[in-house]
C-alpha cells in the first residue's frame, strides 16, 4: 500500500508534466502557429471601397456587376462614375480619385497607358457594335444607314472624340455615307436619350444601348456595323488607393461569371 507521502510525490510529478505541455504549447502558438482566427484572416479577400470610372454603355451592366461583386465579397463597397469614356480619360489625367477604368474602346484606354497612368496592363473584357435607334414601329422607315441621310430626318450620333462617334465615323467610311447630325453628344446614352424623347427621329447607339432600353427604342441593324467592332478594355488606375480590390473587381469582371452579365447585355466576347 503506497504511503501518504509517496501519493503526494506522484501527484506533484504529474502537475508538472501538465504545466510543461502548457509551457510548450503557449510558446508554439507565440513563435506563429497559425490559429484559427489568423487562418480565417489570412485567406480572406479584400475589403474597403474603390470607384470605378466607366464609358456610359456599361452603366446597366457596371451596376449589376458591382451589387453582385459586393455581395460575393463582404466589406466592399463598389462606386461608379459613368460619362463619355474619353471625358473620362481628361478626367483621370488631371487627377480625379478613380481606381479603375473601363473604357467603350482601345483609344482611349491607350492614351492612360500611354502616359504611365495604368497600372500594369490593360485587359479586354467585351466587344460592341452599332445600331440605328429608331422609335418603336419605325414610324421613319429607317432600314440602313444611307436612310439617315433623307430630308428632314433628325438624325443624332456621338462626337467624334467619344468612342461611339469614332465607330460612327468609321461605318460612315465602309458604306459611302456622310451622315449630317443634329447634334452631336458627349456620350452614346445622350444620343439614345434623344431617340427615346422624340427629340431625335434615329440616333447611331451600340447594340447593348437597344436592349438596354427595353422596348422604349427599337433597333435597326446594317452591314457596315458588322465592320467597326469596338473592345472594352478595363484596368487599374495609377496611383489607386485600394489596388487590391482594384484589381479583384476588375478579375470578377473578366470572369465567367461577369462575363454571363455582359454577354446577357447584348456584349460580345472579348
Known amino acids: 500500500m503506497l504511503s501518504r507521502t509517496t501519493t503526494t510525490l506522484a501527484v506533484a510529478a504529474a502537475a508538472l508534466v501538465l504545466l510543461s505541455g502548457c509551457s510548450t504549447g503557449g510558446t508554439t502558438a507565440a513563435s506563429g502557429t497559425s490559429?484559427?482566427?489568423?487562418?480565417?484572416?489570412?485567406?480572406?479577400?479584400?475589403?474597403?471601397?474603390?470607384?470605378?470610372?466607366?464609358?456610359?454603355?456599361?452603366?446597366?451592366?457596371?451596376?449589376?456587376?458591382?451589387?453582385?461583386?459586393?455581395?460575393?465579397?463582404?466589406?466592399?463597397?463598389?462606386?461608379?462614375?459613368?460619362?463619355?469614356?474619353?471625358?473620362?480619360?481628361?478626367?483621370?489625367?488631371?487627377?480625379?480619385?478613380?481606381?479603375v477604368f473601363a473604357s467603350a474602346d482601345e483609344p482611349n484606354m491607350e492614351k492612360l497607358t500611354a502616359a504611365h497612368l495604368i497600372d500594369g496592363s490593360a485587359e479586354p473584357v467585351a466587344t460592341n457594335t452599332?445600331?440605328?435607334?429608331?422609335?418603336?414601329?419605325?414610324?421613319?422607315?429607317?432600314?440602313d444607314l444611307g436612310d439617315l441621310t433623307a430630308p428632314g430626318l433628325q438624325v443624332v450620333t456621338c462626337a467624334v472624340p467619344v468612342p461611339c462617334g469614332a465607330a460612327t465615323q468609321k461605318v460612315e467610311q465602309a458604306a459611302g455615307v456622310t451622315l449630317h447630325p443634329v447634334s452631336e453628344e458627349q456620350s452614346v446614352t445622350d444620343v439614345l436619350g434623344k431617340v427615346e424623347s422624340g427629340q431625335a427621329d434615329a440616333g447611331l447607339v451600340y447594340v447593348t444601348d437597344v436592349r438596354g432600353a427595353g422596348g422604349k427604342v427599337d433597333g435597326v441593324e446594317f452591314d457596315a456595323a458588322r465592320k467597326v467592332v469596338n473592345t472594352y478594355p478595363i484596368g487599374v488606375v495609377q496611383g489607386s488607393r485600394n489596388t487590391s480590390l482594384a484589381r479583384s473587381f476588375s478579375t470578377?469582371?473578366?470572369?465567367?461569371?461577369?462575363?454571363?452579365?455582359?454577354?446577357?447585355?447584348?456584349?460580345?466576347?472579348p
Not at 461583386?69 to 463619355?84: I, Q
Not at 435607334?133 to 421613319?140: E, L, M, Q, S, T
Not at 470578377?252 to 454577354?263: F, H, I, N, P, W
Open 252 to 269: 470578377y469582371v473578366r470572369s465567367d461569371d461577369g462575363q454571363k452579365v455582359l454577354a446577357a447585355a447584348g456584349f460580345g466576347a
Open 35 to 99: 490559429t484559427p482566427d489568423s487562418t480565417s484572416r489570412a485567406t480572406a479577400g479584400p475589403t474597403g471601397s474603390i470607384t470605378v470610372f466607366a464609358a456610359a454603355s456599361l452603366q446597366k451592366t457596371f451596376t449589376t456587376l458591382g451589387a453582385d461583386y459586393e455581395r460575393a465579397h463582404p466589406g466592399t463597397t463598389v462606386t461608379f462614375s459613368f460619362a463619355g469614356s474619353s471625358d473620362l480619360v481628361t478626367q483621370i489625367q488631371n487627377g480625379a480619385p478613380a481606381d
Open 130 to 143: 452599332l445600331q440605328i435607334a429608331v422609335a418603336p414601329g419605325n414610324p421613319k422607315q429607317v432600314h
